[in-house]
């Protein structure tokens, strides 16, 4: 009988860790199929000692990209990569499709390793925007932003390249699976307005000119701290969205003009590893011509 009793309570236990594993599976799994990309933060000298492993975007406009870019980076700034779209509406990102075809072109996949960095003030948050930009396409691989960005790499004494580098790059698919839960649409905003809490990132100038009603006013330059220009952790962040009473048990949305210093602070939100936000890419611009005033 004692032989019996030890059977079942062995197998009771194998059944309880069996469970527990699959509970633990299901709570790996789900942020990463449910939120942003695999997203995160490297500092200058782990990505010098693992340059080869990553393929470095350049945020920053091309003409900075130019004159001086850590080697072997690729420009990737937000001006290359939006345009004015039909409906007269600025800074609007290029389709899925047509940035897929262009990234294959340059050689990156869905799960090639991204490194990005800008310098916050030049490229506008660029960097933050690209980060963004990639999760939005559901990007498979991992995407990181170098912490404290080009002033970080300088500030190590790491090299610099001057002038365009001749690369040639392996045409490859991008297979562009978007997120929608990264991004909000103007008809969603204005017809579900109070399911969200919206963040202006905008400068005072702007936000004083006009603004979505309701919206609650934060500089993007707050979103960063230092010389360096280093995104807000996780208390910092906080800290910041307490001070000026953001309800974070609603989605967060944030916006700017047209979606990249939007972009910065999706991100550093994203980083903080905070409840759902959504970046309104369309901005002032798309909410300044909605047709329903």
Same mark, same amino acid.
């Given at each position: 009988m004692?032989?019996?009793?030890? %059977?079942?309570?062995?197998?009771?236990?194998?059944? =309880?860790?069996?469970?527990?594993?699959?509970?633990?599976?299901?709570?790996?799994?789900?942020?990463?199929?449910?939120?942003?990309?695999?997203?995160? =933060?490297?500092?200058?000298?782990?990505?010098?000692?693992?340059?080869?492993s990553?393929?470095?975007?350049?945020?920053? *406009?091309?003409?900075?990209?130019l004159?001086?870019?850590?080697?072997?980076?690729?420009? $990737?700034?937000?001006?290359?990569?939006?345009r004015?779209?039909?409906?007269?509406?600025?800074?609007?990102?290029?389709?899925?499709?047509?940035?897929?075809?262009?990234? &294959?072109?340059?050689?990156?996949?869905?799960?090639? *390793?991204?490194?990005?960095?800008?310098?916050?003030d030049?490229?506008?948050?660029g960097?933050?925007?690209?980060?963004?930009l990639?999760?939005? =396409?559901?990007?498979?691989?991992?995407?990181?932003?170098?912490?404290?960005?080009?002033?970080?790499?300088?500030?190590?004494?790491?090299?610099?390249?001057?002038?365009?580098?001749?690369?040639?790059?392996?045409?490859?698919?991008? %297979?562009?699976?978007?997120?929608?839960?990264?991004?909000?649409?103007?008809?969603?905003?204005? &017809?579900?307005?109070?399911?969200?809490?919206?963040?202006?990132?905008?400068?005072? $100038?702007?936000?004083?000119?006009?603004?979505?009603?309701?919206?609650?006013?934060?500089?993007?330059?707050?979103?960063?701290?230092?010389?360096?220009?280093?995104?807000?952790?996780?208390?910092?962040?906080?800290?910041?969205?307490?001070?000026?009473?953001?309800?974070?048990?609603?989605?967060?949305?944030?916006?700017?003009l047209?979606?990249?210093?939007?972009?910065?602070?999706?991100?550093?939100?994203?980083?903080?590893?905070?409840?759902?936000?959504?970046?309104?890419k369309?901005?002032?611009?798309?909410?300044?011509?909605?047709?329903?005033?």
């Amino acid at each position: 009988m004692s032989k019996i009793m030890r %059977l079942i309570q062995s197998v009771r236990r194998v059944r =309880l860790l069996t469970a527990a594993l699959a509970l633990l599976l299901v709570q790996v799994c789900l942020p990463l199929s449910a939120g942003a990309a695999d997203l995160g =933060l490297i500092d200058a000298a782990r990505l010098k000692a693992g340059a080869g492993s990553w393929v470095v975007l350049d945020a920053r *406009p091309k003409a900075e990209w130019l004159a001086g870019h850590i080697p072997g980076a690729l420009s $990737f700034s937000w001006e290359d990569y939006t345009r004015t779209d039909a409906r007269g509406v600025k800074y609007s990102s290029f389709p899925p499709s047509e940035l897929a075809a262009l990234l &294959g072109a340059m050689g990156i996949s869905e799960r090639t *390793p991204l490194v990005i960095y800008g310098d916050a003030d030049k490229s506008w948050g660029g960097e933050g925007y690209d980060a963004w930009l990639f999760s939005w =396409l559901g990007h498979k691989g991992a995407v990181r932003l170098l912490n404290g960005g080009i002033q970080a790499w300088r500030g190590a004494g790491l090299p610099l390249v001057a002038g365009a580098e001749h690369r040639q790059a392996k045409k490859v698919p991008y %297979l562009a699976q978007v997120k929608p839960q990264t991004v909000i649409g103007t008809e969603e905003l204005q &017809g579900r307005k109070d399911a969200y809490t919206v963040v202006d990132v905008r400068s005072t $100038f702007e936000w004083l000119k006009g603004r979505i009603p309701g919206a609650v006013h934060i500089p993007w330059e707050d979103f960063y701290t230092g010389k360096e220009r280093r995104p807000l952790n996780r208390a910092e962040l906080r800290k910041l969205l307490d001070k000026h009473d953001v309800d974070l048990r609603k989605p967060v949305v944030y916006y700017c003009l047209g979606g990249i210093r939007s972009g910065y602070a999706w991100t550093v939100h994203q980083l903080a590893g905070l409840p759902e936000a959504r970046n309104y890419k369309g901005g002032w611009e798309a909410w300044d011509k909605r047709e329903v005033r």
